[in-house]
């Protein structure tokens, strides 16, 4: 364990915990980046975050129906609730209208062979002509290369005195684990890949299968690895508690997880939460307001340090200045992020945790701190909603990851001593945690020569100005 801390502080000397990245050059870098990540789930039944859904059967193998819009709620809902249905109700969410196959590239890119950034846009066309698919995954598009670097990641942190274990929550067709496995086989001590299990929990039937077969192409790896066809945010499935050391990936998880909003009038009045209703005799939607009393809500609020306005401790100054000129507030809350974070730590209180996602999007219309894009995809063409209220399911709604505010969930989750239990000065972590951009986390863990072009143009590095990884490793004082 001592090897596993000493590890961990020589790559936190290396990059600072937070680190702040500005908005891109140009917000068509990161609209492309968004394009070739995100949307694959719009011609794709898989969902990176559909194990969230309530319905099994949510991804479909047929072709798109087109089916009538999402019904209107009869009864006020929270916005979690609402998002939750707008993506993912059986019938009428966005995921189960838009299917078709995941995005499988049959052979790695060969980036030293490209010129350039022309020659790359021009074969990455070409691809998407020919597998008849508009999107393909970071870790698709990149491999072997972008798993290689979490594979290095997790092997470099791993306590290697018991055997690994890897979970993938929202696993696509496979490749992740098959190139993590890959790795292993190639470049672990011959004992870690001879004991180790990686379990895939995926809710879709159709996609365990395709990440059976793609891991099986590696005869050997189908003794490593497991499938398990399920919610990872229900508790039950997850059994009895597991206290043996772990790892569990998410990758592009948590942006299309439910969120929920919180509106105040002005700068000092307290939250509340929001609702939404059907408007009484027609099918247009809109928002209602009530005291906080949900408690996913209100620990949301708790830990990111937005619940000071119900202490009464507001000056007189702002109060003031709040009634001349009032503003009003909006705030989006990662609910979902919570509740699977809670779930998570429950079941395996030792687990190592890496997760990336975008830090930030462009072209934001929706209004509120941590707001979605809310897109849709017809006839080639993409158009942005203004309102979240708009997406009837026809529109995918994706938001940003606050990296500090999944931090704080994380440790809160994980375990947050306070400062009187310990007394001392300093709350005391048991977790040790960094965030990475894309750009540092490839040039510490990966190769990033294998994805440079030859004139130097490396989109690994040159393209993901607004991603993230987050790793997060159990200490070894519990006191």
């Known amino acids: 364990m001592a090897r596993l801390v000493d590890q961990w502080r020589r790559c936190s000397r290396a990059f600072p915990t937070t680190t702040s990245i500005s908005a891109p050059e140009s917000s068509l870098i990161a609209r492309r980046l968004l394009h070739s990540t995100l949307l694959i789930r719009a011609l794709s039944p898989y969902s990176p975050s559909s194990f969230f859904s309530t319905n099994s059967n949510l991804a479909r193998a047929a072709a798109d129906t087109s089916p009538l819009p999402l019904p209107p709620p009869k009864n006020p809902v929270l916005v979690r609730d609402f998002v939750r249905s707008a993506l993912y109700d059986p019938d009428h969410g966005y995921f189960s209208k838009h299917s078709g196959s995941v995005g499988v590239l049959e052979r790695s890119i060969n980036f030293n062979k490209l010129q350039g950034r022309k020659a790359y846009t021009r074969h990455l066309h070409h691809l998407y002509k020919k597998h008849d698919i508009s999107w393909f995954t970071p870790v698709e598009l990149f491999k072997p290369w972008y798993a290689h670097a979490i594979a290095e990641a997790i092997l470099r942190t791993a306590n290697l005195s018991v055997p690994l274990k890897i979970y993938e929550i929202g696993g696509g067709s496979g490749t992740c684990a098959k190139c993590i496995l890959d790795y292993m086989m190639l470049n672990a001590p011959p004992k870690v890949y001879n004991h180790m299990k990686y379990i895939s929990v995926e809710i879709s039937p159709a996609l365990s299968q395709k990440q059976l077969e793609t891991v099986g192409d590696v005869q050997s790896h189908l003794s490593h690895y497991s499938v398990e066809c ?69 620990r949301c609020l708790e830990i990111s340090g937005m619940d000071w306005q119900n202490s009464g401790s507001a000056n007189m100054m702002k109060l003031l200045w709040s009634k001349a000129f009032p503003k009003s507030r909006r705030s989006w809350m990662p609910t979902g992020c919570l509740q699977l974070l809670e779930v998570l730590h429950g079941a395996l209180p030792n687990m190592s945790l890496i997760a990336s996602d975008f830090s930030f999007l462009p072209d934001v219309r929706i209004l509120g701190e941590r707001a979605p894009l809310v897109s849709t995809k017809k006839d080639g063409c993409t158009t942005d909603y203004d309102s979240y209220l708009d997406a009837k399911g026809d529109a995918d709604i994706f938001f940003p990851t606050d990296f500090i505010l999944l931090e704080m969930m994380d440790l809160s989750c994980g375990g947050l001593k306070s400062q009187s239990s310990l ?23 990966g190769l990033p020569s294998k994805t440079r072009t030859m004139d130097g143009y490396n989109p690994l590095l040159n393209d993901f100005k607004n991603t993230k990884f987050y790793l997060s490793v159990p200490t070894h004082n519990t006191k």
């Not at 007394?423 to 863990?445: C, G, H, Q, Y």
């Open 423 to 445: 007394n001392s000065s300093k709350p005391f972590k048991k977790r040790r945690t960094m965030i990475l951009d894309t750009a540092s986390f490839v040039e510490e863990f």
């Open 230 to 298: 399920r919610d990872a945010s229900d508790r039950n499935g997850w059994g009895d508690v597991d206290a043996q050391p772990c790892w569990v990936i998410m990758l592009e998880v948590l942006d299309n997880l439910p969120h929920d909003l919180v509106f105040s009038p002005d700068q000092v009045s307290p939250w509340m939460e929001v609702w939404v209703q059907n408007e009484p005799g027609s099918e247009e939607l809109s928002e209602i307001y009530k005291p906080i009393h949900d408690p996913l809500i209100t």
